[in-house]
């Protein structure tokens, strides 16, 4: 589009993608998709520089979340949500497991497999972690109205359930032949 004539100028201004000189600059795109990723990496940033606090990791509280919700998964039921090789999820489970924050528990029936259960301090923590997360939105979104708010996060979630998003992509990235798993301090 472009520019109205400054005032008393003869010559407009020149248009959005072409220089004086007549050559043409690759077109200034900056889509929807960039914006969303852009801010879900400097989301993600934030959150990551508020976890470590408490010695965790986005991956660490993503699977944390995952006991929590549902107590007593098997080891496997809880890799196959994430995406994830079970011997890749037996790494994050030994250092949640050292942490204090998750217990295994053999299953009575079935003694290969082991049940999955936050701990008490594992269940504190999910608190503290709740509290960071709102920490961290408070300060993503704080330009923004309760209202806009609302409505960003109806469109983000319709967003989610159009592409059947139900688990972060990054676990998907955390396929064997990676490095292992970001380390928790005890």
């Given amino acids: 589009m472009a520019r109205e004539p400054a005032s008393g100028s003869e010559n407009p201004a020149p248009r959005s993608g072409a220089r004086q000189s007549g050559r043409h600059d ?5 889509g929807t998709g960039f914006l ?22 986005p991956p660490h509280v993503g699977v944390l979340r995952g006991i929590g919700l ?6 496997q039921a809880v890799a196959d949500e994430f995406g994830i090789p079970p ?21 009575e029936r079935d003694r290969r ?12 923590t999910m608190h503290q972690i709740a509290e960071i997360g709102r920490e961290s939105e408070q300060a993503l979104l704080q330009s923004l109205s309760r209202e806009e708010r609302l409505q960003l996060h109806q469109l983000l979630e319709r967003l989610m359930a159009h592409h059947a998003i139900t688990v972060h992509p990054g676990y998907r990235a955390m396929r064997a032949g990676e490095d292992g798993p970001p380390r928790v301090s005890p």
């Fill in 26 to 30: 690759p077109p200034e795109v900056i």
């Fill in 36 to 57: 969303l990723s852009a801010l879900g990496a400097h989301s993600s940033m934030s959150f990551a520089r508020r976890l470590a606090a408490i010695e965790l990791t």
């Fill in 70 to 75: 549902v107590p007593g998964r098997s080891q």
């Fill in 87 to 107: 011997s890749r999820l037996v790494a994050f489970i030994d250092e949640l497991e050292q942490a204090g924050l998750v217990e295994r528990r053999r299953d």
């Fill in 113 to 124: 497999v082991q049940r999955l259960f936050l701990t008490p301090k594992g269940l504190k």
